[in-house]
């Protein structure tokens, strides 16, 4: 089964500073889909950033990267210049590849404060 | 375009009652998921339609829970007898199809409580 651990149950970064946020997950799959979502207090979830674990280089979309390290089975959030509109619930998900139905498998989240 | 809607946003009722959720997908999209997210964790999956027929039902609970989608567009979710431990964001989302390229969109949730 896939499990997706998430270790930090808050986390807080002055505005315009960055900010990791980790993640780790099991599988014995070798190929997958990861991804971060966002959830602001509206709790419309919003993609931010999805990997393909077949993929060596590291996601990135503007101010937010990813570090993928698919040995270790970690997939860390790092987000830069942060405002205070980053201010929301993060998770990390996984999601099967070539499997139908594909439902995502979603880690516990991190409550992440911005600070003006 | 529009997203996923759901309704209501909240709904509260009393343990024992039974409740429908309803979830309106993106136009178009043949895949429909629900997911539930109670307090404190993140969303967990329930159940997804291809069409109208539900693929894969090995995330409801038990067999309180229920879900059609009868025209292969609106779903509504069905709660018999409900429990204060049913209180939940109950999530739904739809995709373009079942393919793995495909993004899931997800509606803003309605807010169960059970008293």
């Known amino acids: 089964a896939q499990t997706v651990t998430q270790s930090q149950p808050e986390m807080s970064v002055q505005e315009a500073e960055t900010v990791t946020l980790s993640c780790t997950y099991d599988?014995?799959?070798?190929?997958?889909?990861l991804f971060w979502y966002k959830q602001p207090p509206s709790r419309q979830m919003i993609l931010v950033i999805r990997q393909e674990a077949y993929k060596q280089q590291n996601a990135t979309e503007n101010r937010f990267s990813v570090n993928f390290q698919k040995a270790a089975k970690s997939f860390s959030l790092k987000i830069s210049d942060s405002q205070l509109g980053d201010a929301a619930m993060y998770f990390c998900?996984?999601?099967?590849?070539?499997?139908?139905?594909?439902?995502?498998?979603f880690g516990t989240g991190t409550s992440l404060t911005v600070i003006p | 375009g529009a997203g996923v809607s759901q309704t209501p946003s909240n709904k509260v009722t009393e343990k024992g009652k039974y409740v429908e959720l309803r979830c309106d997908p993106i136009?178009?999209?043949?895949?429909l998921y629900w997911y539930r997210q109670s307090l404190g964790q993140g969303p967990e999956f329930l159940i997804y339609?291809?069409?109208?027929?539900?693929?894969?039902d090995s995330g409801l609970p038990n067999d309180r829970f229920f879900a059609v989608r009868p025209e292969g567009s609106v779903s509504t979710l069905k709660i018999q007898r409900t429990e204060r431990g049913d209180s939940a964001v109950y999530l739904c989302a739809s995709s373009l199809g079942l393919a793995d390229t495909y993004e899931q969109y997800f509606g803003p949730g309605t807010r169960l409580t059970v008293t």
């Open positions: 599988t014995s799959e070798s190929d997958y889909y």
């Open positions: 998900a996984y999601r099967r590849k070539f499997h139908t139905g594909n439902q995502f498998y």
């Open positions: 339609f291809q069409g109208t027929g539900a693929a894969d």
């Open positions: 136009s178009g999209h043949t895949a």
